[in-house]
């Protein structure tokens, strides 16, 4: 089967940056003497016009193929476009090019990973405006929070591409959530010091209940947890748990 050729600096490859990324994919195509050969592999590096596909075989460059992501099924006609290589001249990947350029062939993960770089690319324009700090400030706690929501989103989907155990990410998305709650509060805290929240603010007898609610939770469990630690000091010590040598 014929090599593909270095890649060329196009100005296709240049549009929009390219996402480190990992999406399951079967490559269709028919070679010269008209047999087709569907390959899977898996495209690493993305954006809305292309990216980089790695496969066991490969197809020659300027050869157009049949593109479908093997997690949503959508199929998309793309086109070699070069090859990259390691030192010694191995293939390690050849770019492709989507025929008709989608923000969405790629699926939920890529939009995700694209859309948190457009809101650290505001955020970071937003610091040379006129905006006041406090609001910056806010604006780049809540885009840090959708950041890390949004991977623990990702390593989800690819947990379970993978048949891996995905729930092991909840007790991430819990300590996120838990993480927020504390900096919120603390702002908070800090608003109603400086007067800028009193009782006439939009909401407040709502946050007032729940942070009752909260607060009550909170004692019940770590009622519960001095209970089983003081139940635990009184069982014999050959009742309890040994570490293993």
């Keep these: 089967m014929a090599q593909p050729s270095q890649p060329s600096s196009t100005s296709a490859e240049r549009r929009s940056r390219r996402f480190p990324f990992i999406s399951p994919v079967e490559a269709t195509w028919q070679e010269a003497d ?13 954006n809305a016009h292309g990216g980089l596909l790695e496969m066991k075989n490969y197809p020659a460059a300027a050869k157009q193929i049949e593109l479908t992501n093997l997690l949503s099924h959508e ?22 090019e989507l025929l008709r350029p989608s923000d969405t062939f790629w699926g939920v993960n890529f939009q995700l990973k694209k859309t948190c770089a457009d809101l650290v690319n505001l955020e970071y324009d937003m610091r040379y405006g006129p905006i006041d700090p406090r609001i ?13 929501t949004s991977w623990a989103v990702q390593e989800w989907q690819e947990r379970k591409s993978q048949h891996h155990d995905a ?24 608003g109603s010091a400086a007067h800028e929240i009193t009782r006439e603010n939009v909401g407040i007898d709502e946050f007032f209940a729940v942070v009752e609610r909260l607060h009550q939770t909170l004692i019940d469990l770590f009622r519960d947890r001095e209970r089983l630690t003081k139940s635990n000091a009184r069982l014999p010590s050959e009742a309890l748990p040994r570490n293993s040598t």
Excluded: M, W
């Excluded at 086109?79 to 001249?89: H, I, K, T």
């Design 34 to 46: 008209g047999k087709i050969y569907r390959e899977a592999g898996q495209a690493t590096e993305v």
């Design 75 to 96: 199929s998309s006609q793309a086109r070699v476009v070069g090859a990259r290589r390691n030192g010694e001249g191995r293939v390690l990947g050849v770019a492709v």
């Design 136 to 148: 910056l400030s806010e604006f780049r706690d809540a885009v840090d929070h959708v950041r890390k």
């Design 167 to 190: 729930q092991a990410v909840l007790p991430l998305l819990t300590a996120e959530r838990i993480r927020r709650a504390t900096q919120l509060c603390d702002a908070i805290i800090a």
